[in-house]
């Protein structure tokens, strides 16, 4: 079982939808969830990150942290065609926390 | 100011050689990291570099990988007597040593391996 599981998708929306992509996880020692875009033979561009549990909010994007259910989401609001990309999930302990775990991503399509 | 870099963009190499993948991380940046992106996979770890401790080197996957960061600053990966499952693009990022959830990533190496 791996360490940081996320759905592949690809999952396509009309644009001025709320996209919903999430990740679960097994190690209970992730402290920090990081949220990662990467467009086409681009690198990832770091979204948003969150220390712990509790919600996290920038412009459109929403992150979500339940650590008692392992699982963490993002939210995005309003959604542009230009979110057009791969969403990434990424979690570190406390202990490692320059040891990154992440997810293999959700291809997410937004439709004009 | 100017992000990561990586050189080359792309490469082509025969199954056997021996290549090299640079990395200039942003400028201020103690920490530095490679990952391999397989299509369609995730970003796997191989090596971190903190200021002028010993590197974690505990993602690398061969003994036909190295790398070392000289000054502090560029990266070099090197990949001997490359194999076909060496292809992949090839990352590397960089942040402040107490930031390492923050990372910024370069645009990657894609590395063919024929």
């Known amino acids: 079982q791996k360490e940081v599981e996320q759905d592949p998708g690809p999952l396509s929306v009309p644009e001025g939808a709320i996209v919903s992509l999430n990740c679960t996880y097994s190690n209970s020692a992730f402290q920090y969830f990081m949220w990662y875009r990467q467009y086409s033979r681009k690198g990832p561009e770091l979204l948003m990150y969150t220390y712990s549990s509790g919600n996290k909010e920038d412009g459109r994007f929403t992150a979500q942290v339940d650590k008692s259910s392992k699982y963490i989401s993002l939210f995005i609001r309003d959604s542009q065609p230009s979110d057009s990309a791969t969403y990434l999930c990424?979690?570190?302990?406390?202990?490692?926390?320059?040891?990154?775990?992440f997810g293999s991503g959700t291809r997410l399509s937004i439709r004009p | 100011g100017a992000g990561v870099s990586q050189s080359p963009s792309n490469k082509v190499t025969e199954k056997g050689k021996d290549v090299e993948l640079r990395c200039d991380p942003i400028?201020?940046?103690?920490?530095l990291y490679w990952y391999r992106q397989s299509l369609g996979q995730g970003l796997e770890f191989l090596i971190y570099f903190q200021g002028n401790s010993a590197p974690d080197k505990s993602g690398l996957p061969s003994d036909r990988f190295s790398a070392e960061r000289t000054g502090g600053s560029v990266s070099t990966l090197t990949i001997q007597r490359t194999q076909q499952e060496d292809s992949a693009v090839y990352l590397c990022?960089?942040?402040?040593?107490?930031?390492?959830?923050?990372?910024?990533f370069g645009p990657g190496t894609r590395l063919t391996v024929t």
């Open positions: 990022a960089s942040s402040f040593r107490l930031r390492p959830y923050e990372q910024y």
């Open positions: 400028s201020g940046h103690t920490a």
């Open positions: 990424a979690m570190s302990a406390q202990s490692s926390a320059s040891k990154i775990i």
